[in-house]
């Protein structure tokens, strides 16, 4: 468990049940509206429960422990498994499934060394904040809700 100001963010691993995975998906459910479509294995809890079962799985979440908070209200989650593919050089820890339900989020990134990167944040709606680093780095700020 680690704390960052009123977010505190936690981590499953292989050794979750699926009781303490269900909130989570709940989370993701309700950020990508799956009500709204027909059910997938993103929307399923065993299949969430057979990937974390994975060696070197994770399942991180943050909860808003603010006093406005209730009850520690979830904010956001990533899943992350090992994968292996034909195409991939080696095995890769891999971002499944991530989502938050925050108005702003933050990136950061160096333009010299990520210039697609930061072209593609430009083009999307992500805002120029503040420049870090003697001009080097660049924190962008985007409003989703």
């Known amino acids: 468990m680690t704390h960052v100001n009123d977010l505190v963010v936690h981590s499953l691993d292989a050794s979750a049940s699926k009781t303490t995975i269900e909130p989570i998906l709940s989370l993701s459910d309700q950020i990508f509206n799956t009500a709204a479509s027909s059910p997938t294995h993103h929307?399923?809890?065993?299949?969430?429960?057979?990937?974390?079962?994975?060696?070197?799985?994770?399942?991180?979440?943050?909860?808003?422990?603010?006093?406005?908070?209730?009850?520690?209200?979830?904010?956001?989650?990533?899943?992350?498994?090992?994968?292996?593919?034909?195409?991939?050089?080696?095995?890769?820890?891999?971002?499944?499934?991530?989502?938050?339900?925050?108005?702003?989020?933050?990136?950061?990134?160096?333009?010299?060394?990520?210039?697609?990167?930061f072209a593609i944040l430009q083009k999307t709606g992500w805002k120029v904040w503040a420049w870090m680093e003697g001009g080097e780095k660049v924190l962008m700020i985007k409003t989703v809700l």
Not at 51 to 58: A, Q
Not at 97 to 116: D, H, I, Q, W
């Open 43 to 117: 929307s399923s809890l065993d299949e969430w429960h057979k990937r974390l079962s994975l060696p070197s799985s994770v399942l991180l979440y943050a909860r808003d422990t603010s006093p406005s908070s209730t009850e520690g209200r979830l904010v956001g989650f990533m899943f992350a498994h090992p994968k292996t593919d034909s195409s991939l050089p080696c095995q890769t820890l891999h971002i499944w499934l991530a989502g938050v339900t925050e108005r702003e989020l933050s990136v950061c990134t160096y333009p010299g060394k990520f210039g697609k990167m």
